[in-house]
């Protein structure tokens, strides 16, 4: 929503209260992309217990980046969106890696293509909202005297931001990978052993999934931390 209604209104700002040239604002918005594409890399290499948290951090940049680029349309100077661009790579660099991993453990292996699909369309479905309603709200208003239409579209760019960032918080409660490291969970997981395991020294063979004590383990965890 924010990044991409950012990156279409803030040239347009840019063009409108300063007397710049089109190369002079692409080099500001370019700061966006070359931060995306160094931090992405960078991000999926740090240890776990990072890399998880890519969604909440990401989302605390996107603040961040809004209020930087409302702080430089109601001052008037470059810099914030310089910053601003910045944090916004960096924001989406670190939470899009996590986000596609979340959705490929979230679904079986046959579904992957669909789910990564849906992934697609509400990242443009959240694309096309930031677009349409930033530049409604910006849209024949002045770009000087505190710009406060531009002020204002960032600033609702920089509520669903914190939106995001209620939804990162949740996201640990649905994830196979966290719950399964439970105790509970592994507990049960360790009495669900399919084809051919050891059991007190003797190679047996395992023929019944006991699913119940996986849903009872992972789902009555799920209610407790509620």
Do not use: K
């Amino acid at each position: 929503f924010g990044y991409m209604g950012g990156f279409v209104l803030t040239p347009i700002f840019l063009g409108s209260a300063f007397p710049l040239s089109l190369f002079a604002i692409s080099m500001v918005m370019m700061c966006r992309p070359i931060s995306l594409s160094l931090m992405s890399p960078i991000w999926v290499r740090m240890p776990p217990a990072w890399a998880r948290r890519g969604p909440l951090i990401g989302g605390v940049l996107s603040v961040a980046a809004m209020a930087a680029f409302a702080l430089g349309a109601a001052s008037h100077t470059i810099i914030p969106f310089v910053f601003g661009n910045l944090l916004n790579g960096l924001g989406l660099g670190m939470a899009q890696p996590d986000l596609t991993a979340r959705m490929i453990n979230a679904v079986d292996e046959e579904d992957q293509g669909s789910a990564g699909g849906q992934q697609a369309m509400a990242t443009q479905i959240g694309a096309v909202l930031g677009i349409s309603v930033l530049s409604g709200v910006a849209a024949g208003h002045p770009a000087h005297g505190g710009a406060p239409a531009y002020v204002l579209a960032y600033v609702i760019a920089g509520a669903v931001a914190v939106a995001a960032i209620a939804l990162a918080l949740r996201l640990g409660r649905f994830d196979r990978a966290s719950v399964a490291t439970t105790p509970a969970v592994q507990a049960a997981l360790d009495r669900t052993v399919l084809g051919e395991t050891v059991l007190d020294g003797a190679v047996v063979d395992v023929a019944v999934l006991d699913e119940a004590a996986v849903e009872e383990a992972v789902f009555g965890e799920s209610a407790a931390a509620s």
